[in-house]
Nanobody
Framework: QVQLVESGGGLVQPGGSLRLSCTVSGTIFGIYMAWYRQAPGKQRELVARITTDRSTKYLDSVKGRFTISRDNVPGAVYLQMDSLKPGDTAVYYC????????WGQGTQVTVSS
């Protein structure tokens, strides 16, 4: 069973940056991957996804601020987050797109002054 381990979250001031990493216990070659997030009291939402040829798509509210990237071997997915806003506060998860496997533990991102 594929395991996903997210890391890189933390507390950052508005306008700051974080880089999230997701390591996968296997190759992600041939698999679309994505980052999702869930804020307190809200449903989980798709933040960004990346195809096998590295085409990307973003949630409107993060366009121009977030960048998703990937390494196929070993499997890893990254999310560079710049110009962070309080509204970006959430637990961030990676998974395939569409989501097929179990969720990892996620990584908490808190944007606050």
């Amino acid at each position: 069973q594929v395991q996903l381990v997210e890391s890189g979250g933390g507390l950052v001031q508005p306008g700051g940056s974080l880089r999230l990493s997701c390591t996968v216990s296997g190759t992600i070659f041939g698999i679309y991957m994505a980052w999702y997030r869930q804020a307190p009291g809200k449903q989980r939402e798709l933040v960004a996804r990346i195809t096998t040829d590295r085409s990307t798509k973003y949630l409107d509210s993060v366009k121009g601020r977030f960048t998703i990237s990937r390494d196929n071997v070993p499997g890893a997915v990254y999310l560079q987050m710049d110009s962070l806003k309080p509204g970006d506060t959430a637990v961030y998860y990676c998974n395939s797109y569409p989501k097929t496997g179990s969720w990892g533990q996620g990584t908490q991102v808190t944007v606050s002054s």
